[in-house]
Nanobody, 121 residues
Framework: QVQLVESGGGLVQAGGSLRLSCAVS????????MGWSRQAPGKEREFVAA????????DYADSVKGRFTISRDNAKNTVDLELNSLKPEDTAVYYC??????????????WGQGTQVTVSS
């Protein structure tokens, strides 16, 4: 069973930056996509960003476009999320996720345990 382990969360002031990293426990893991979702208190979990593991193409939620950048290192089996120009509304638990299913609607099917990001105003 592959595990996704996040790191890099913390407390930052509005306008600041953080970098989240997700390490995959199995080096032979080859998902179709990896990415991040987040869940704020009292809200549904929402999509943040995704990256095609093979091509490197990316997709972002409108709320983070231009501020967040997702990247991957295939050799190290890691995926990072650079968070810039952070806003208090970015406060959430951020989850690393992977998709290993090639058909059907887009959903993550493997999740990390989450890392807290708190943005103070």
């Amino acid at each position: 069973q592959v595990q996704l382990v996040e790191s890099g969360g913390g407390l930052v002031q509005a306008g600041g930056s953080l970098r989240l990293s997700c390490a995959v426990s199995r080096r032979t893991f080859r998902p179709y996509f990896m990415g991040w979702s987040r869940q704020a208190p009292g809200k549904e979990r929402e999509f943040v960003a995704a990256i095609n593991w093979r091509s490197g193409s990316t997709d972002y939620a409108d709320s983070v476009k231009g501020r967040f950048t997702i990247s991957r290192d295939n050799a190290k089996n890691t995926v990072d999320l650079e968070l810039n120009s952070l806003k208090p509304e970015d406060t959430a638990v951020y989850y690393c996720a992977a998709r290993t299913i090639s058909t059907g609607s887009f959903e993550w099917n493997i999740w990390g345990q989450g890392t807290q990001v708190t943005v103070s105003s």
